[in-house]
């Protein structure tokens, strides 16, 4: 059987049902980027006779760091042995949201909800209205009446784009009008810093820093993947506000030193399956690191899943592979994700049937604590 | 807040009229999820309506809607992937066994959302939007060498994985130019 690939597309386009697209909507929100930007360029003009003034003081505010972890390997609370901090389990059901014991009650559905040291992080709202600033606009409570912390970018279907230190409490998220990126620290109560555009792209949040790029665009390519940015590394300081520049390497042995950090897979590292072998990822590749991963059920093993690859996952600071066990009744095919991380030693994991389960690492049973519980992360469709 | 003059509102409420579907459908074969191509064709028009004194005509504003769409397509996929993946919704994409290399219109089109996203949307502008390999470097902003290898990789894994027999006769890219 022969089939066209131009008359297979033209089928599957012309049989899509067109949406209504509402131009108020549009215009509207066009118009507030505008004058987002005005302003944004009114105060450019305005820092940029500060920075005469002040003359070469702020050139030193961004510096260049050789060699070496830049974080020191306890920056991240979860390395101080004496003093381990355990989250507490975060999900929601309706308008209400369980942090550990305590049951918030926000008023509205909660479309997404995740969990600092300090407290929850989550956005309300109805899921009719995805474009609306309503409906992406991020709250904080630690159980008190509710704050407005800021509005993002993304929305419930394609994501929100709000990232979560794994210990600690820094949020990071990309702003709805700017582009920016806004750090914001949940036991200060405030916004820390902002930096980058639409163009940039967030690497890892950890609780003292935030690594990025400034234009993901300049990536090196390998089967439709980005497998190493051109540019360099920006560290944004959470303490001081600083911005540094960063070789890669200082990144990854950075983040490798986190305790909560999960890689994979080795350069080059071959996998088997049914059509044969394949190297996962080329030798130019940069390391896969994440505090976050999906997995898929294969018969009793958890396969990690990476855009589509199945891949060995490993505790990065010990090399450790992740074999966590599920409970039995999963099938053979089951999606899981880890949605959290309550401490060194375990993490949630979220199963496709809305299921929570708490599973020791790095090779533990996972338990059931939560059937069904409903909303827990900040992800989207696609 | 100043806004824009009535008439600048007035074309651009025209240009979306007259447009949109199509351009939604681009955009849907290119995410291969309804929802998620309505929001990548809102973003991608509330960026056409802030260029718009910038884009002269209708055609130039049709163009840099079309390159958006795929640039944002692309970036929303890399972002995703250093974030959390979890969703509270089961994802749409669904992969047909490999081992049964049943030809039928819907395992290709589910094939195809596989893809990497680049991958797709060169597949996608060369035989459903009929640009040219050098159009296509254009609006996906990499070179035509880059494009070739895309489109050529992407058919064969269509091929490998459904075992079809995949009509893929390259465009008269003469023609097209001309």
């Known amino acids: 059987m022969t089939n066209s690939i131009r008359d297979l597309l033209r089928q599957d386009a012309d049989r899509v049902e067109i949406p209504t697209v509402d131009a108020g909507e549009v215009i509207a929100q066009g118009e507030q980027r505008l004058h987002r930007r005005r302003i944004t360029a009114v105060l450019a003009s305005v820092a940029a006779v500060a920075v005469i003034v002040v003359g070469g003081t702020v050139a030193g505010s961004v510096q260049h760091q050789s060699e070496g972890p830049v974080d020191k390997p306890n920056e991240n609370k979860t390395n101080q042995t004496d003093d381990v901090q355990t989250r507490r389990l975060t999900y929601a059901v309706g308008s209400t949201i369980h942090w550990g014991d305590s049951a918030i009650d926000v008023g509205q559905a909660v479309q997404a909800v995740g969990a600092t040291d300090d407290g929850v992080v989550f956005v309300r709202g109805d899921k009719a209205c995805p474009y609306d600033v309503a409906c992406r606009t991020l709250w904080f409570t630690d159980g008190a009446e509710p704050v407005r912390i800021g509005t993002v970018a993304g929305n419930w279907i394609r994501g929100f784009g709000v990232s979560l230190a794994s210990a600690g409490s820094t949020v990071a998220w990309s702003e709805s009008e700017t582009g920016e990126y806004v750090v914001y620290d949940t036991s200060l109560r405030h916004e820390v810093g902002r930096f980058g555009s639409d163009r940039s792209t967030l690497l890892a949040v950890g609780d003292r820093s935030v690594y990025w790029v400034p234009d993901e665009r300049q990536c090196v390519e390998f089967d439709g993947q980005c497998m190493r940015y051109t540019d360099p590394i920006m560290r944004f300081d959470v303490t001081t506000g600083q911005q540094t520049t960063v070789p890669w390497e200082s990144y990854w042995a950075t983040r490798r030193s986190w305790s909560r950090t999960l890689m994979s897979p080795p350069h080059g590292e071959e996998i088997s399956d049914a059509s044969g072998t394949h190297v996962v990822r080329p030798p130019h590749a940069d390391p896969s690191l994440n505090d976050k991963y999906s997995f898929r059920l294969e018969g009793t093993r958890l396969l990690g899943d990476d855009r589509g690859v199945e891949v060995s996952v490993r505790l990065a600071q010990t090399g450790q592979p992740l074999q966590v066990r599920m409970p039995a009744g999963y099938p053979s095919g089951s999606y899981f994700g880890i949605t959290q991380w309550l401490d060194d030693n375990q993490v949630v994991m979220w199963s496709e049937d809305g299921s929570l389960l708490v599973c020791p690492v790095p090779d533990g049973r996972c338990r059931t604590v939560v059937k069904h519980g409903g909303i827990i992360s900040f992800a989207g469709r696609g | ?178």
């Open chain 2, 1 to 178: 807040m100043v806004v824009r003059k009535s008439r600048e509102a007035t074309d651009f409420t025209e240009f979306m009229s007259a447009r949109s579907a199509t351009l939604f459908r681009t955009a849907y074969l290119i995410v291969g999820d309804h929802q998620l191509a309505q929001d990548l064709l809102q973003e991608s028009l509330i960026k056409t309506y802030v260029a718009w004194p910038r884009l002269r005509d209708v055609s130039s504003a049709e163009a840099y809607t079309r390159k958006t769409i795929v640039t944002t397509a692309i970036s929303w996929r890399r972002r995703r992937s250093f974030h959390e993946r979890p969703t509270d919704v089961l994802p749409d994409t669904a992969v047909p066994d490999p081992g049964e290399a049943v030809t039928t219109h819907a395992s290709m089109v589910a094939q195809l959302r596989t893809l990497p996203p680049r991958q797709r949307a060169a597949i996608v502008l060369r035989y459903y939007e009929d640009l040219s390999e050098a159009q296509t470097a254009e609006v996906m902003g990499c070179s035509v060498g880059t494009v070739k290898a895309q489109v050529s990789t992407g058919l064969g894994r269509l091929r490998d994985r459904s075992g079809a027999n995949l009509d893929t006769a390259p465009l008269d890219d003469e023609a097209v130019n001309s």
